[in-house]
């Protein structure tokens, strides 16, 4: 019995819209008193939606401020968020059927890995309720198994990667890749995805000697960047591409260890106070924003959706790229 929640609807539901990284506040009025003609102020008790949230939970500040942001976006959209984080796949997809059974609303699904979702989508869409997919997306992307999904671009953060380190070393480079999960069951579509980007737009004379495939997190990048260093210690290596900001601290910690901070540049992505600290201080070299910040653009998707109405199968959230200037005009009023 699908759980009834009868609000007041109050006349204006106030949300705040992040369209494509612009902050932007909106109004969003209930007009159905006034469309129906009833002349009456009262307005008719409608059902709040109940969104389901399969979320990844505590893994890096991006991480945090990405579900921060769309809890709060929900909350001010006047939607009912059930959050359930979990990184583990088998819980998600636990969570995921849960949420099926109680007929929720709409489903928001940031996938801790991207294959293995075919059968719960499939579930989901048979039982008529809206998947949205944010950051994370699915292997193989089905699109017939979501309604949309929303994130910034990942191969656009790694084609820039690319480009920052081509104009950098015109002449040629060699260097290390530290991506997050990019193999076997586990990959994430964003670590892939970021590689794939990467790949397309290096230059011939641009070498990756070696990688390591990493979790995001600061302190396996210690480990795995002074195993490289040392067992390239013969080599010339210029440049370290880490996939996000905690693996690129970590990298910097373990480059400075070996005194080559003046040799080799790291560039990151994700665009975290503590990446853009990292930048102004000299120990990145380049940063590139994947923002966090789309709740108020998923609460839209979700709202128009439930409201009959079409919406867009992607929306690309707009990010940027920083320099150790523009990240110190930026950390002011940084949110995350
Ligand atoms: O999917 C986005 C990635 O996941 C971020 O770059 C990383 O910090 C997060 O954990």
């Not at 921060?68 to 909350?75: G, I, T």
Request: aromatic share 6%.
């Amino acid at each position: 019995m699908k759980k009834k929640l009868f609000a007041i609807v109050t006349a204006i539901v106030v949300g705040c819209g992040v369209l494509f990284g612009m902050g932007a506040c909106g109004q969003v009025t209930d007009t159905s008193a006034a469309k129906a003609g009833t002349g009456s102020s009262a307005v008719k008790p409608k059902e709040t939606p109940i969104v389901g949230y399969a979320a990844i939970g505590p893994e890096t500040a991006w991480r945090t401020a990405n579900e921060k942001d769309v809890q709060n976006a929900f909350k001010e959209a006047g939607m009912d968020l059930v959050y359930m984080p979990s990184g583990e796949h088998k819980e998600q997809v636990a969570t995921v059927e849960k949420f099926i059974r109680d007929k929720v609303s709409a489903i928001l699904l940031s996938p801790a890995q991207s294959a293995g979702w075919e059968a719960t989508l499939k579930t989901a869409k048979a039982a008529s309720i809206p998947v949205f997919l944010l950051d994370r997306t699915i292997s193989p992307d089905t699109a017939s198994l979501y309604t949309a999904k929303i994130g910034p671009s990942n191969t656009w953060a790694g084609r820039l990667a690319a480009t920052f380190i081509n104009k950098a070393y015109p002449k040629g480079a060699k260097g290390f890749m530290l991506e997050g999960p990019v193999t076997g069951a586990d990959a994430a579509s964003s670590a892939v995805q970021r590689t794939q980007g990467w790949d397309k737009a290096i230059d011939d004379n641009i070498a990756v000697v070696d990688s390591a495939e990493g979790d995001w997190s600061t302190e396996t990048a210690i480990k795995q960047t002074k195993a490289l260093l040392e067992k390239y210690k013969d080599d010339d290596i210029s440049f370290i591409f880490a996939q996000n900001d905690e693996m690129g601290l970590g990298a910097s910690e373990a480059v400075a260890a070996e005194g080559l901070s003046d040799t080799i540049k790291i560039v990151t992505i994700d665009g975290t106070k503590a990446g853009l600290k990292a930048l102004v201080a000299g120990k990145l070299a380049s940063v590139i924003e994947y923002n966090p910040l789309f709740g108020a653009k998923a609460a839209s998707l979700v709202s128009a959706t439930l409201d009959g109405k079409k919406v867009a199968k992607s929306t690309v959230v707009s990010s940027q790229v920083f320099t150790p200037e523009s990240a110190a005009d930026e950390l002011p009023t940084r949110k995350y």
